[in-house]
């Protein structure tokens, strides 16, 4: 079975810090991807990730960046954490192909105080 | 536009009862695939099905089934003989272009009535 893991299922952080979240896959999936969750928005695609350190904007990058170093391993920062930053945050990894789904991580959900 | 449209925020469904979730796409890439998620509230997306745009016959997967209309670019989710676990948000999503981008729609809330 295909195992996604965030490292954090409830963080809470200050508004002004940087803040990082991790995300690792262990089946060698080439593609990794970061969305956040928002009531009645559905899932955006912040940023993804097609190769070691490759990376695409998704719909809403602005106030997000992200590192990818290692093939197992995709971590999204927020480099000035904002109130409007709190949501679900879902990591997602699959292999390339249109007809590869997604294997989601159980999510991260920040609070920004 | 919305690359992909639920139209249909909240369902109720009486247990044991078939019920279907609407799902249209917007997409001019000839090769693309059509997926369905189940979100219980415990938060987790768990893979549902699978459609490929090229695939001649409607996926199935035990009770879960795909009405794939091509031309009409709706791709909807059959539950049959729903059960109360089946009571969750619901998401259609479609992978296409060059970087085999997802794109997800809003999604359906189903409840499963006893």
């Known amino acids: 079975d295909v195992k996604v893991t965030q490292s954090s299922r409830y963080l809470v952080k200050r ?3 940087k803040v990082f979240l991790e995300c690792v896959q262990d089946m060698d999936h080439e593609n990794m991807f970061w969305y956040r ?17 490759m990376k695409e904007k998704g719909d809403i990058p602005e106030g997000y960046s992200v ?8 971590s999204l920062i927020l480099e000035s954490a904002s109130t409007n930053q709190t949501s679900m945050y879902l990591c997602a990894s699959s292999l390339m192909g249109s007809n590869q789904p997604q294997h989601f991580g159980d999510g991260t959900r920040l609070s920004i105080l | 536009a919305q690359k992909i449209t639920q139209t249909q925020p909240g369902m109720f469904v009486q247990e044991k009862e078939a019920v279907t979730l609407d799902c249209t796409y917007d997409t001019s ?8 998620y189940k ?7 768990i893979f549902l099905i699978y459609q490929g745009s090229y695939d ?17 670019k709706s791709a909807n989710l059959v539950i049959s003989a729903s059960q109360l676990g089946d009571s969750a948000m619901y998401f259609c999503a479609m992978r296409e272009g060059k970087f085999n981008k997802f794109y997800f729609g809003s999604g359906t809330k189903l409840n499963v009535k006893p």
Not at chain 2, 29 to 36: E, I, Q, T
Not at chain 2, 39 to 45: A, D, H, I, K, Y
Not at chain 2, 56 to 72: D, M
Request: charged content about 30%; aromatic content about 16%.
């Open chain 1, 37 to 53: 969750q928002d009531p009645g928005l559905g899932l955006r695609l912040i940023y993804f990730s097609y190769d070691v350190k």
């Open chain 2, 56 to 72: 001649q016959q409607n996926a199935t997967e035990g009770r879960y089934s795909l009405n794939f209309q091509k031309a009409r």
């Open chain 1, 67 to 74: 590192s990818r170093e290692k093939k197992e391993r995709f």
């Open chain 2, 29 to 36: 890439d000839p090769s693309y695939g059509l997926f369905w």
């Open chain 2, 39 to 45: 979100q219980p509230s415990s938060g987790e997306m």
């Open chain 1, 15 to 17: 508004t002004g810090e």
